[in-house]
């Protein structure tokens, strides 16, 4: 659902919309997509779930940082505010789904012995996604979020609600003029961190992967409009997105994990086993980040970039 609502969103953007009515059509598709999977989010029952309405939220917070310049100060403060709120919460959930599900791929490297004792691991991070579980649902229960999702809702409803008054006709507002400004520099945001790789360390290629992640959610919102080009860069995008989440996930595991007591010998020695396969899985995580991001970074790639804007007309 979410997807076709998006794609159908981008359709129907015209060249000529002003910036913010382009970005009312955008938001309105993803709290479409939002409020689709709250009710999975609730029961937990589909891991997906909590990820898609997170990923909602996260491009919804995204698009506000893209062309917030359009929207008055106030609304774009408030809504991004709600939206972290609601993130943050679902976040707490999605961290320890994917952490639960990294440790069941271990499982098969353990002896009987410790596959038990990975299992207690398990229960006991289970039992803390219950709770958070628990505060995700007294928020959805909350005034604050009725609130939230009555107020927005008018503002992806009425044209023109949250916006700037254009002061002069002939002032840049309109998509084709703006926006191949803002995706430009989105990549300039990205192609920067080539003065601080490849020694890079953990906490600036979090850096760099949430760059690469507003590129590509900038991209996709308007790729109906823009060149064919775009679909090979999207691709490359994803998938320097999807190595640099892998080597953050990682570090956020052993952070986690490691800082985990009370564990029993057998349970640390699985911690111990467990933490020692990921750092060899980091180690050659870099390696491939660091040959992908010289094939990235290069002028035939920033040429299919710049090709696709010129269908900004």
Not at 14 to 34: C, F, H, S, V, Y
Not at 45 to 65: G, K, P, T, W, Y
Not at 109 to 135: F, K, M, N, V
Request: glycine share 4%; proline share 4%; charged share 30%.
């Amino acid at each position: 659902m979410g997807k076709s609502n998006k794609s159908k969103a981008a359709r129907d953007i015209a060249l000529r919309d002003p910036m913010a009515e382009a970005g009312r059509k955008l938001l309105a598709a993803q709290l479409a997509r939002m409020k689709a999977h709250e009710a999975g989010s609730r029961t937990g029952e589909d891991i997906e779930s909590v990820h898609q309405m997170r990923v909602a939220i996260r491009r919804m917070r995204s698009l506000f940082m893209l062309i917030g310049a359009a929207y008055k100060p106030k609304t774009v403060d408030k809504y991004s505010r709600d939206l972290r709120r609601i993130a943050r919460a679902l976040g707490r959930i999605r961290d320890l789904d994917v952490l639960i599900h990294d440790l069941e791929t271990f499982r098969p490297a353990l002896p009987e012995g410790g596959q038990a004792a990975l299992d207690q691991l398990i229960e006991r991070l289970d039992s803390r996604r219950s709770e958070h579980r628990e505060g995700l649902n007294a928020l959805f229960d909350s005034k604050f979020y009725a609130r939230f999702l009555r107020q927005f809702a008018r503002l992806c409803k009425k044209p023109g609600r949250g916006a700037k008054p254009v002061p002069n006709r002939e002032e840049p507002h309109q998509l084709r003029h703006v926006l191949p400004i803002l995706l430009h520099e989105r990549l300039a945001r990205v192609r920067a961190y080539d003065t601080v790789l490849p020694a890079a360390d953990d906490a600036i290629l979090h850096a760099l992967r949430v760059e690469f992640k507003q590129l590509r959610y900038a991209l996709e919102f308007f790729q109906p409009l823009l060149g064919s080009t775009t679909d090979s860069f999207l691709r490359e995008a994803k998938e320097m997105q999807e190595i640099l989440g892998r080597i953050n996930d990682i570090a956020v595991f052993s952070d986690y994990m490691s800082g985990l007591k009370k564990l029993s010998p057998e349970q640390a020695a699985v911690l111990q086993g467990y933490l020692a396969d990921r750092d060899q899985a980091l180690a050659a995580l870099r390696l491939r980040f660091a040959e992908q991001w010289a094939a990235f970074n290069t002028r035939a790639r920033i040429r299919q970039f710049s090709d696709a804007l010129l269908m900004l007309r």
